[in-house]
């Protein structure tokens, strides 16, 4: 089992940063992908960035203002998003896969106000 705990939301202004961190415990032994998903009131959830051993992808909503990384060491994943703007508003989710086996945090909220 891998147990995913996301910290760092907020209510921030528009134009603001905020930096989301992703702990994960348990049995993280190779953690194939992880990423941050978002999902909005009344929209489906939606993948923001992942990052693999050796690439990252974003979502083309965020390209250029958010940044995904990993330590390893520390077993975080960690997601700098800047320039933030009111249609980033939602809560955001961890995910990480193992193998075969896909495991998920609470999410924390991030909400920008305008």
């Known amino acids: 089992q891998v147990q995913l705990v996301e910290s760092g939301g907020g209510l921030v202004q528009a134009g603001g940063s905020l930096r989301l961190s992703c702990a994960a415990s348990?049995?993280?032994?190779?953690?194939?992908?992880m990423a941050w998903h978002r999902q909005a009131p009344g929209q489906q959830r939606e993948l923001v960035a992942r990052?693999?051993?050796?690439?990252?992808n974003y979502v083309d909503s965020v390209k250029g203002r958010f940044t995904i990384s990993r330590d390893n060491a520390k077993n975080t994943v960690y997601l700098q998003m800047n320039s933030l703007k009111p249609e980033d508003t939602a809560r955001y989710y961890c995910?990480?896969?193992?193998?075969?086996?896909?495991?998920w945090g609470q999410g924390t909220q991030v909400t920008v106000s305008s």
């Open positions: 348990g049995s993280i032994f190779r953690l194939h992908v």
């Open positions: 995910y990480a896969l193992q193998g075969w086996s896909e495991y």
């Open positions: 990052i693999t051993s050796g690439n990252t």
